[in-house]
């Protein structure tokens, strides 16, 4: 009889009762406090259902409301209780009737009997833990908090706001250094019996009666001043999610919590049967005798509190609609957007293809349709290539198609033929990369076989539209890699930006390139541009365009080879 | 996105107090059939319903809310003439109101289910949603729904939003065989696990998400026209609670936050929808007939056309269904911190 339990228990009398008997069934006596809330016959006919188990006894009850004092004086009197009727008990177990035991009662008799001077309690500096959540951390101590912040938030607020105005500064006494920590603990009866029985105690209570949340101080402040040897850890595994609220252990958490080792959890659902079925009838033994590991659960909660608080980025759906700005990342994952290479390069989607590895696609947001890598009229699913569908919801076709092929670099073609929607998302999107051949355009004109006014005309809608978009693209608010060259400049050299922006994709592309994609024949091009010139429409954004190119009155004839480089 | 102006909130408010008084005003409409209502608890879950022969569905509609934890059934009848009175009344947990008004005028159903949630849903947790709409989320077959809404209590929340899955099966639907009482996922198992796309409605902040197979079969040509998805089918109801349009959004409008704003995500589930069992072809017929399902019924004529035609929904980009771990890997729903 080395270990006493205080359970504090205010609901789910049932399942307390069994973790009671369990307790008891392994010899170690339970000193049980019952929430003063909870009405008599409630209380009645939970201490009728544990009449006939032994060394089991009900303490003074308080009103035990969340983060008040009621919590510790429960705490307090029951452990003084197990103390005194108990002389053989050596460690105390503080428990609550949502604990559960998951190892054998015996392995932790064993487990303490080889520790008889360590205190397994978790306390910590308020300074080195960022564990508190709502902002209150190094003022739990230092204000007052006379109102009870379920039911009388108002005026919670209101009092704590009173206090910073009027720099409300309270003395920590007799040189305590707050500590903080889990409120369950296991603590030896030398360090225990020296709390309650310490000459200073009434000052202590008296401070602590103020301190918001006590439960979570008293003792974790106290103890650093007898323990001889403090183990800074709780012995019973308990979770806290994004909220600060107790994590709830369901059925299918059993393997989950089979795997921790560790000798007690909470908090557990009642209606949790299989997990109560499990572990209160497991043979000793059922789990492997190691040191309580909670680093695995630890490490699973971990990832998940900071998929809560960071959120899966470039992912729209009903339950996660960020406000435009708010979203960490607008895409899943990073992708390109070229505009003008197409129409200066005849292969120029094969051969990005080949030299990535990437998905490249042709015109997305073309007026008649989508038109992706492939020829595919849908993608990954049902993300149809229907322009009416894409056009409805432009943003959310671009999301959703990063987002449906993670895993997998996304090109696609752009060009002032297409919908302007999305410009402004795309900027400003950190996972863009843009690149623009500014003028590009006017080459499948150039190229095309219509009456000339027509193409006046086009030329003229193209070069407005594109020049608004390189607005964007120059904007302050641009958060995406953007590249903007004009299309003399490009063909002057086009081997360096092309190398940039393929190193930039990926490490498929570390080589040098060794092949550039064929450059269309530009034969007449300056002319061209002259003539639209000549009729009043001025195209600019190619930059200066010689009337006939130097090389072109040489060997007009002879077909231009692709030019490769070394 | 602006705030509210006080004026535009107080039309809302206005709006809300104007359907409420509908729904109050349409208790006379409704005739009860059995009512076990003195039976309800404080703590019960509630299912609210209206139902037009729905006796092939019915069966194992109350079997999973059953299993979920739903501990009565408010169902109002619309002049059902294939014995689905009977079977609800067979029923112990299951009252019945019937009515043969018109659907249409009642706010398709809506203003019949606000004056019994009115009455009958202060202050539960209420489940409402149409027969053939099976609510599920994520480990929602090792914690049925008191475990959800009581974690759902501890974080002051509300609600639960829910998107709605069209399943269907691969061949036309008359083609399938069905028997009440059948799990209707072994028969439509297919579903669209693309295109689908939301967008914010700022009226009222309710989500406007749509897509999915009867976006792609039916509206391809008009996508403003396809059906909305998202529901609200869970809310611990309080009398002054409406909803607006069918279940997609209510009043006051802090219901509709059924999503995260800042970059994270909210707990949320999927209603599994049956539609598409067989039979589905000549319900259209009868629906188009009636004119009672659409404001504009006469917009969606092409809609009922091609849903008569019994069509083959199949395409080899469907997915299999598997159960909710799926839906949650491929982000039709999510856990949050749940």
């Given amino acids: 009889m080395s270990v006493g339990v205080v359970m504090l228990v205010h609901t789910a009398f049932g399942r307390a009762e069994q973790v009671v008997r369990h307790w008891s069934a392994a010899g170690c006596p339970v000193v049980i406090h019952v929430d003063k809330s909870v009405s008599r016959k409630a209380f009645s006919a939970f201490t009728q259902s544990l009449a006939d188990v032994p060394n089991v006894s009900f303490s003074k009850r308080y009103r035990c409301e969340w983060g008040t004092w009621g919590i510790v004086a429960a705490t307090q009197t029951a452990s003084e209780q197990i103390l005194s009727s108990f002389p053989d008990v050596r460690h105390v177990y503080l428990a609550s009737g949502s604990c559960l035991p998951l190892r054998p009662v015996q392995e932790l008799i064993d487990y303490l009997a080889d520790r008889p001077k360590t205190d397994f309690i978790e306390s910590a500096t308020t300074a080195d833990v960022p564990w508190t959540v709502g902002g209150l951390d190094a003022e739990r101590f230092t204000l007052r908090f006379p109102f009870s912040w379920k039911r009388q938030r108002f005026l919670f607020d209101r009092y704590v706001a009173l206090q910073r105005r009027l720099r409300v500064n309270r003395q920590v006494p007799g040189g305590l250094v707050p500590h903080m920590g889990s409120q369950w603990w296991c603590l030896t009866r030398q360090t225990l019996s020296a709390i309650l029985q310490d000459p200073a105690r009434t000052e202590y209570d008296h401070y602590f009666r103020r301190v918001w949340i006590p439960d979570e101080s008293y003792f974790q402040t106290l103890v650093r001043q007898y323990a001889i040897n403090i183990e800074s850890r709780s012995l019973t595994l308990s979770k806290f999610d994004f909220q600060g609220k107790p994590h709830i252990f369901y059925d299918d958490h059993l393997q989950l919590l089979r795997r921790s080792d560790c000798f007690v959890a909470r908090k557990i659902w009642p209606h949790a049967h299989r997990l109560y079925d499990a572990f209160l009838t497991d043979p000793s033994g059922a789990m492997k005798k190691t040191e309580p590991n909670p680093g695995k659960i630890d490490r699973i909660f971990a990832k998940a509190v900071e998929r809560r608080t960071r959120g899966r980025a470039g992912l729209y759906m009903q339950s996660r609609f960020p406000r435009e700005d708010w979203e960490n990342g607008v895409t899943a994952a990073p992708y390109s957007m070229f505009q003008g290479f197409a129409e200066l390069f005849e292969n120029f989607e094969p051969w990005l293809a080949k030299a990535t590895g990437a998905r490249v696609h042709g015109h997305l947001f073309a007026p008649e349709q989508a038109y992706f890598a492939d020829n595919q009229t849908a993608m990954n699913g049902a993300l149809s290539n229907s322009a009416t569908l894409r056009d409805y919801n432009p943003h959310g076709f671009l999301t959703n198609l990063i987002w449906n092929t993670r895993g997998e670099r996304q090109c696609f073609q752009f060009g002032p033929r297409d919908n302007q929607v999305i410009n402004w998302r795309v900027a400003k999107d950190p996972n863009a990369q843009i690149s623009v051949i500014s003028g590009a355009w006017a080459v499948p004109l150039f190229r095309s076989n219509a009456n000339f006014m027509d193409l006046r005309k086009a030329a003229a809608q193209l070069q407005k539209t594109e020049s608004e978009h390189l607005d964007v693209l120059r904007s302050t608010w641009v958060k995406a890699r953007v590249r903007i060259w004009t299309m003399a400049e490009f063909i002057e050299a086009p081997m360096e930006p092309l190398q940039t922006i393929l190193d930039e994709i990926g490490p498929n592309t570390a080589r040098r390139l060794s092949e550039v994609p064929r450059m269309v024949d530009l034969n007449g091009f300056g002319q061209f541009l002259q003539n639209l010139k000549n009729q009043g429409m001025h195209p600019y954004l190619m930059g200066d365009f010689p009337v006939e190119q130097a090389d072109a009155g040489i060997d007009r004839d002879r077909p231009r080879k692709p030019y490769l480089v070394r | ?338």
């Avoid at chain 2, 408010?13 to 349409?26: D, E, I, K, P, Q």
């Avoid at chain 2, 209603?271 to 006469?298: D, V, Y």
């Fill in chain 2, 1 to 338: 996105m602006a705030p509210p102006t006080l004026w535009s909130r107080y039309k809302l408010r206005l709006r809300r107090r104007r359907l409420l008084w509908r729904g109050f005003r349409s208790r006379h409409k409704l005739t009860p059939v059995q009512n076990h209502t003195r039976q309800i608890a404080p703590t019960d879950i509630l299912l609210f319903a209206t139902v037009r022969n729905e006796a092939l569905r019915l069966p194992y509609f109350l079997q999973h809310y059953r299993a979920l934890g739903v501990r009565h059934f408010l169902i109002i009848d619309n002049g059902s003439d294939d014995g689905t009175v009977a079977l609800l009344t067979d029923a112990p947990d299951v009252s019945v109101w019937r009515t043969d008004a018109s659907y249409k005028s009642a706010r398709f159903g809506m203003d019949w289910l606000t004056w019994l949630m009115m009455r009958y849903g202060h202050g539960h947790w209420t489940v409402t949603v149409d027969a053939d709409e099976l609510l599920i989320y994520p480990d929602h077959e090792t914690r049925p729904l008191p475990d959800l809404t009581k974690w759902l209590d501890a974080r002051e929340q509300r609600m639960m939003g829910a998107m709605m899955l069209d399943l269907y099966p691969k061949g036309p639907p008359d083609d399938q065989a069905y028997r009440p009482g059948q799990n209707p996922c072994e028969v439509l198992q297919w579903f669209d696990a693309h295109g689908y796309w939301v967008q914010r409605q700022a009226k009222m902040g309710n989500l406007w998400l749509q897509g999915g197979v009867r976006a792609r079969c039916f509206f391809a040509k008009n996508p403003a026209r396809a059906p909305t998805l998202n529901k609200i089918p869970l809310v611990k109801w309080n009398r002054r609670y409406v909803f607006v349009n069918s279940t997609h959004n209510a009043l006051p409008s802090g219901l509709n936050r059924t999503y995260d704003e800042t970059g994270r995500s909210k707990v949320s589930g999927v209603l599994l929808h049956t539609k598409f069992l067989p039979g589905s072809a000549e319900r259209a017929r009868q629906e188009q007939m009636r004119k009672e399902h659409f404001s504009n019924s006469a917009l969606y004529d092409e809609y009922y056309d091609a849903v008569a035609e019994d069509p083959d929904m199949w395409s080899p980009d469907a997915t299999r269904f598997t159960g909710w771990q799926q839906l949650l890997d491929l982000r039709l729903m999510s856990r949050g911190d749940w």
